[in-house]
C-alpha cells in the first residue's frame, strides 16, 4: 500500500483535517507542545498475524509504539487525556496469551509518566467464536469478544464528567425508585443510606462498554461502496470514540487520533463540535474516509440500527449448568487436535 513521505493536508473542514503523514512527525512538528486536550485512537494491534494495514508483532510492539509515546506526550495538556482502544493477541501455536498490550500500558506509565485514569473494556456481543482453531476445534478456551482501552493522563486529575455518558436505569433501579427501599448497611459492609434514592435522571455507566461491531451498512461503508473503494479492514464504531469524546471535552477542545484509518473520531468530533485532526499513513484508506463528512448527522442516524440502540444482555453463567453428564477433561489440556463429539 502507498504510504506518504511527508506529511500534507488530505482533506479538511471548518473544525478540523485529516492528514495523510507518519503520525510520529505529525506528533513531532506539526502540533505545538501541551495543545491537544483528548487523543483517542486505536492503533494497529501487535497480532501473530501480519494485517493489510501494517501492525507491528506482538513481541516488537512496545519499542515500536515508543516513538509515538514520546510525541503523545509533547502534545497532551497536563489536563488532557489519551484513550487507547487495543485489542490482545494470541502467542502463536499455542492457546496463551501475549503481554504486549499490558507492557505497553506499564511502559505508558513508567517510562512517560502516565496517570491510568481507568480500564475499559469493549465487548462486542457480534466477535465471532474466534480463535477458531481454540474455541471451536479443540474447545479449550472461549471465545475472545473484549478489547482493552487505556484511559490515561498527564495527571491524576484529567477533565471529565461521567453525567455526559449515563445510561437509561434498568426495570429493577425505576421499580426500586418508585417503591423505595430500606436504608440500611449491607452483609459486604456498604451503607446505603436514603440518598441511593436520589432520581439522578440516568445511571452512571460501568466500565464495560457494550457495543456490536455490525454496521453492515452503515454510511461510510456504503460511501466506500459507492466510490468503488475498500473499506478499511479494523475500523472501530463510533460510538467508542464518542463516549470518550462526550465524557473528556468540551465544545472547541482539540482531539487528535494519530491512527485514524477510516476517520471514526473525526466524524464524531464533526458532529459534537470539536476541533479535529485525524492522522493516517496509508492514502486508500483516506479516500473511503472522506465520505463520512459528507453529511456527518445523517450518517450518524443512518449507522444507528435498532439493536445498536437496545440493552445487550449477557447470560448468567449457570443457565446451563443442569448436572449432565460430561465427558473427562482432556489429560493433554488439548494439545492433541481433535474436535469434540458432535460439534
Known amino acids: 500500500m502507498k504510504r506518504a513521505d511527508q506529511p500534507r493536508t488530505y482533506w479538511q473542514s471548518a473544525r478540523g483535517a485529516i492528514v495523510l503523514g507518519d503520525a510520529r512527525q505529525v506528533l513531532e512538528q506539526a502540533l505545538s507542545p501541551h495543545s491537544v486536550d483528548l487523543v ?10 501480519k494485517k493489510g494495514y501494517g501492525n507491528a508483532d506482538a513481541h516488537e510492539y512496545v519499542e515500536w509504539f515508543r516513538p509515538f509515546a514520546t510525541g503523545l506526550r509533547r502534545v497532551l495538556r497536563e489536563t488532557g487525556s489519551l484513550v487507547i482502544d487495543i485489542g490482545g493477541a494470541w502467542i502463536a501455536g499455542q492457546p496463551t496469551r501475549s503481554l504486549y498490550h499490558f507492557k505497553l500500558l506499564v511502559m505508558l506509565c513508567e ?5 491510568l485514569a481507568q480500564e475499559f473494556y469493549w465487548w462486542n456481543p457480534a466477535r465471532l467464536p474466534t480463535p477458531a482453531e481454540w474455541v471451536t476445534v479443540r474447545r479449550i478456551r472461549v471465545k475472545d469478544a473484549v478489547n482493552c482501552i487505556w484511559w490515561l493522563s498527564p495527571t491524576p486529575w484529567p477533565r471529565a464528567d461521567n ?14 425508585l418508585r417503591n423505595g427501599y430500606r436504608a440500611k448497611k449491607r452483609p459486604s459492609g456498604h451503607d446505603i443510606s436514603e440518598k441511593f434514592r436520589c ?3 440516568a445511571a452512571i455507566p ?6 456490536a461491531h455490525t454496521e453492515s451498512n452503515s454510511a461510510y461503508l456504503r460511501a466506500c461502496k459507492a466510490r468503488g473503494l475498500a473499506a ?11 463516549f470518550f469524546i462526550r465524557m473528556l471535552t468540551d465544545p472547541g477542545d482539540l482531539v487528535v487520533d494519530p491512527f485514524a484509518g477510516s476517520c471514526a473520531t473525526g466524524e464524531v468530533c464533526e458532529r459534537l463540535d470539536r476541533r479535529w485532526l485525524c492522522v493516517e499513513v496509508v492514502e486508500e484508506y483516506l479516500r473511503g474516509a472522506v465520505g463520512r463528512f459528507d453529511s456527518p448527522a445523517a450518517a450518524r442516524a443512518a449507522s444507528a440500527p435498532g439493536e445498536a440502540r437496545s440493552h ?8 446451563l449448568w443442569d448436572g449432565a453428564r460430561q465427558e473427562p477433561l482432556r489429560a493433554d489440556g488439548g494439545r492433541t487436535r481433535k474436535r469434540a463429539k458432535g460439534k
Open 111 to 115: 517510562e512517560f509518566g502516565f496517570h
Open 40 to 49: 483517542v485512537t486505536s492503533p494497529p494491534f501487535g497480532l501473530v498475524r
Open 199 to 201: 432520581d439522578n435522571g
Open 232 to 242: 478499511h479492514p479494523a475500523r472501530f464504531p463510533t460510538d467508542i470514540p464518542e
Open 312 to 319: 445487550y444482555q449477557v447470560a448468567r453463567p449457570g443457565l
Open 206 to 211: 460501568p466500565n464495560l462498554i457494550a457495543v
Open 163 to 176: 453525567r455526559r455518558v449515563a445510561q437509561p436505569y434498568s426495570a429493577s433501579m425505576r421499580q426500586l
